[in-house]
């Protein structure tokens, strides 16, 4: 008997200015870690990707915030993290202006160790022994990698945040989860260094499924998580993201919001695909965030949690976040 599996991926920017100030402020009962709760249950996803959450070494505001689920109406008694990239201090003026120590030095842009940084909580085990992390990759080290010749090529990672790759069982069954956070195209001067590292983090994922660093999966996969680029509209390397959408082994289930929406002054691609609220005119609402199923999943719905006006739930979703949750149900044989 076939299951149903919901996998969404949430940006929750859930990140404060300094080192445990996330786990004090949802102890706190931080409104905005409530409204995250509240749309997260709305939506209660089998396994939820999180993005912009700060890390600490025990996962305390990890579970602090499932239990802010539980308490919501969903339970996750699996969860998974990963020490970031974002604020790893390299030692290092990888911007090249003269100072250390600032957050542009981190192996990702971070004030501190662990700001906004990658989880998984879960309905289901995650397989421990079969995670790949990636995230200690030299950027020059990507095939066909297009780094700014000006950054410290012995030191400069490739992931601003984290590439996993993540087993989860499904009863007798697995599926392997393929997550990232990558830098947003922008902040930067003529030399489009966060430009060409986005593109990079986003093609990484299609040298990886030609074998570049290992084994692949041998079963159906789940590529989720933010890559910071529209196809369409906004700033950035657009065919980082087109090329990943076409490519074969993937399929886009092109979840669409809730609630009504309207194209911006300006904007070409179609606003019901947008996972973000950002200031307008620019950038503007832009789909960022993504869930691709591999080819041969059989996809039964998919969404964005974007209610419209009037809605009950439309005043979290907008104290959550200026991303949106978004997610895709898989027929699990």
């Not at 030692?91 to 989880?119: I, T």
């Not at 195209?185 to 030609?210: A, K, S, T």
């Amino acid at each position: 008997m076939a299951d149903t599996l919901r996998i969404a991926t949430f940006h929750t920017e859930l990140s404060r200015k300094g080192p445990g100030l996330l786990l004090r402020d949802i102890l706190d009962g931080d409104p905005q870690a409530e409204a995250v709760a509240e749309v997260v249950a709305h939506a209660a996803p089998d396994v939820l990707i999180l993005q912009g959450i700060d890390y600490d070494h025990g996962q305390a505001a990890l579970a602090a915030l499932r239990d802010l689920i539980e308490a919501a109406g969903v339970a996750y008694p699996h969860i998974f993290a990963l020490r970031p990239n974002s604020g790893m201090a390299s030692g290092h003026d990888l911007d090249g202006d003269g100072r250390l120590g600032e957050p542009e030095d981190a192996q990702g842009y971070g004030w501190f160790a662990g700001e906004g940084g990658m989880a998984i909580l879960s309905r289901h085990p995650v397989d421990l022994a079969g995670v790949q992390d990636f995230s200690d990759l030299l950027w020059k080290d990507l095939p066909g990698a297009i780094p700014d010749e000006g950054m410290n090529a012995e030191v400069q990672r490739l992931s601003s945040v984290g590439h996993w790759a993540l087993p989860i069982t499904i009863g007798d069954r697995r599926l392997t989860l393929l997550t990232f956070h990558a830098t947003p195209p922008v902040f930067d001067g003529p030399e489009d260094r966060n430009g060409r590292r986005n593109h990079d983090e986003i093609v990484f994922w299609q040298r990886y499924l030609d074998g570049a660093f290992g084994d692949v999966p041998g079963h159906a996969f789940v590529l989720a998580g933010n890559a910071n680029l529209d196809p369409v509209d906004g700033d950035g390397r657009k065919e980082a993201i087109a090329g990943l959408l076409a490519d074969p082994r993937l399929q886009d289930p092109a979840p669409q919001r809730d609630g009504p929406a309207a194209r911006a002054e300006g904007q070409m691609g179609d606003p019901a695909l947008d996972t973000a609220a950002w200031g307008e005119p620019v950038p503007g609402h832009l789909r960022v965030s993504y869930v691709l199923p591999s080819a041969d999943l059989k996809v039964a719905a998919s969404g964005v949690v974007w209610p419209g006006e009037g809605d009950p739930l439309a005043a979290a979703a907008t104290e959550a976040s200026r991303h949106r949750l978004v997610w895709v149900d898989l027929v699990i044989d």
